[in-house]
């Protein structure tokens, strides 16, 4: 316990350095959107890109991992949107939608990533399983994107929003990119490799401290204003921090996951409450408040729940 506890202590306190540098002003009061967007359009695409250009065929090899955390995503999305429906919380079909996406929605990057980083220290294949896991909940965000836009969601139509959306993603761009160099099997020259390795080693700092300076700043800001619903906190919760590792356990297991890649699926469906889904909440005006109190609220947990999770896959 003492060991995995002390691979995990830098995750911690980053995040505790970025709480204590939103309370004390050490940071301009939008310092967590600009680390988010350096993260978002330089480091997270910097670190993807050599991921996959460096890959070897074996690395992607891995169907049973794939298969199971799919089954993990979409059979907790599915399976909530009716629990939430006949608890009688007082949602409409948006809004049942939108919990059910913050309890199946893994923050598998800008938590996850360190969290592996930091368990499983020089391994390659730790940033491979963020970016896998990250791609198969492009789905989620699509499903999700369509019902709020076509049930009374102001916004574009969803066809032209997503197109728009992944031609200028820098990630799907570090991704299309990589694919091409893994593809071709040119090795990646020097003169790109060195900046992007760069940004890539600022991923794990940055993104631990943007989620301090998160969690600081909305529990300051948490007044009366902002009312969620505790029945419905708990849902997501127990589905999120509880359910769904459990059911990556179950899949991943079945699909005869190999050790180490089951035990950071499981990992990676303990993390907590994505931003992305946040933000979609919160654009939307769709259950705004609990979304942003589940982050809260999940992150936390997290803080407890994953060195003891850690202890006993690893």
Known sequence: MWDVFLLLLPVFVLIFLGMLAERFQLVPP?????????????????????????????????????????????VTFGALIPVFHFLKFDTNYREEVVLSMLAS????????????????????????ASTLTNILEIPMVLITLFILVNNGARGRHPIRTIALALVTNPVVLATLGGAAFYASGTPVPAVIESPCRALGNSVMPCALV????????????????????????????????????????????AFHTEPMWRSMGVLLAAMPVGTLAYAM??????????????????????????????????
């Open 210 to 253: 943007s989620l301090g300076i998160v969690i600081s700043a909305r529990l300051r800001n948490h007044g009366d204003n902002s009312v969620f619903h505790p029945g419905r906190q708990a849902v997501i919760l127990i589905g999120k921090q509880i359910v769904q590792p459990v059911i990556a356990f179950i899949a991943l297991t």
């Open 30 to 74: 939008f310092g967590s959107t600009t680390l988010n967007q350096f993260l978002v359009n330089l480091g997270l695409p910097a670190l993807i890109f050599l991921s996959i250009a460096e890959c070897r065929p074996e690395d992607l090899d891995h169907e049973a991992f794939l298969a199971g955390f799919a089954v993990c995503l979409f």
């Open 281 to 314: 909440s919160d654009s939307y005006k769709v259950a705004s408040n609990d979304a942003s109190a589940a982050v809260i609220m999940s992150t936390l947990v997290s803080l407890l729940l994953i060195p003891v999770l850690a202890l006993v896959v690893k």
């Open 105 to 128: 929605f893994p923050n598998v990057v800008l938590v996850g990533l360190p969290v592996l980083m930091a368990l499983y220290p020089g391994s390659p294949v730790v940033v491979l």
